[in-house]
């Protein structure tokens, strides 16, 4: 099987190019991040906050998170509700990045994850697939953009799905989650030492697109 890891900070175009390139290539596209997202919405629907003052093994316990490809699509299940529009908020983003930092959390879906690449052709996005979750990868990108940038098309996603929000706190989040995803003990943001930078700073999201596949299809053809 091969597996395509793309690691990248939040808001770089990760899963949308990630998407489009698998789809091209025929492989499945796994969004990790949603994984983290699902975990966190039972958190936040228990009454928790970014702090998580609670006993996270006995929350894991009633968590059962499920990934479904529907049309080729990834759903997310927790409990067997499908979360996969609940889990697209700001405050869902901010919680992901809080739960990804705790260990029995990363335990808890790691397994999940490697079973997919074991099984499947998959391309894989998250920050941490191609150092901790697939580092035997057959190929690893990390995907940047600037801040400006990653903020612009974020607040332009919410805006369209009718969200009120705010461009300077949007811009704020992203910094606060850049720093707490690249400083966690637990497998921080960072390039695996044999990953291929891919900036998407400038490109429309075709061209993006466009330019992964073509490095892919370079590399393993």
């Known amino acids: 099987m091969i597996s395509i890891a793309l690691d990248g900070p939040a808001g770089a175009g990760k899963s949308t190019v990630a998407k489009g390139a698998a789809k091209a290539l025929g492989f499945i596209y796994v969004d990790t991040g949603a994984l983290y997202r699902t975990v966190g919405l039972k958190f936040m629907r228990e009454g928790?906050?970014?702090?998580?003052?609670c006993d996270i093994d006995a929350i894991l316990k009633t968590i059962?998170?499920?990934?479904?490809?529907?049309?080729?699509?990834?759903?997310?299940?927790?409990?067997?509700?499908d979360v996969s529009e609940a889990i697209r908020t700001p405050e869902a983003s901010m919680m992901a990045s809080?739960?990804?930092?705790?260990p029995p959390v990363r335990a808890f879906l790691l397994e999940m994850q490697r079973k997919l690449a074991r099984e499947n052709n998959v391309l894989m996005d998250g920050r941490d697939i191609g150092t901790?979750?697939?580092?035997?990868?057959?190929?690893?990108?990390?995907?940047?953009?600037?801040?400006?940038?990653?903020?612009?098309?974020?607040y332009k996603e919410l805006k369209e799905k009718g969200m009120d929000v705010n461009y300077e706190?949007?811009?704020?989040?992203?910094?606060?989650r850049d720093y707490n995803d690249s400083h966690r003990e637990i497998a921080p943001l960072?390039?695996?030492?044999?990953?291929?930078?891919?900036?998407?700073?400038?490109?429309?999201?075709?061209?993006?697109?466009?330019?992964?596949?073509?490095?892919?299809?370079?590399?393993?053809?």
Do not use: C, W
């Open 48 to 53: 928790y906050d970014t702090n998580l003052d």
């Open 64 to 81: 059962e998170v499920d990934i479904k490809f529907i049309d080729g699509t990834q759903h997310v299940f927790l409990n067997g509700e």
């Open 98 to 102: 809080a739960v990804s930092a705790k």
């Open 132 to 154: 901790v979750v697939l580092p035997n990868a057959t190929l690893k990108f990390f995907v940047t953009a600037s801040v400006e940038e990653r903020a612009t098309r974020r």
């Open 169 to 176: 706190d949007i811009y704020s989040d992203i910094e606060t």
């Open 190 to 221: 960072k390039p695996a030492e044999d990953s291929i930078m891919f900036d998407t700073t400038g490109n429309t999201l075709q061209e993006s697109i466009d330019n992964l596949i073509k490095a892919i299809k370079e590399r393993i053809n």
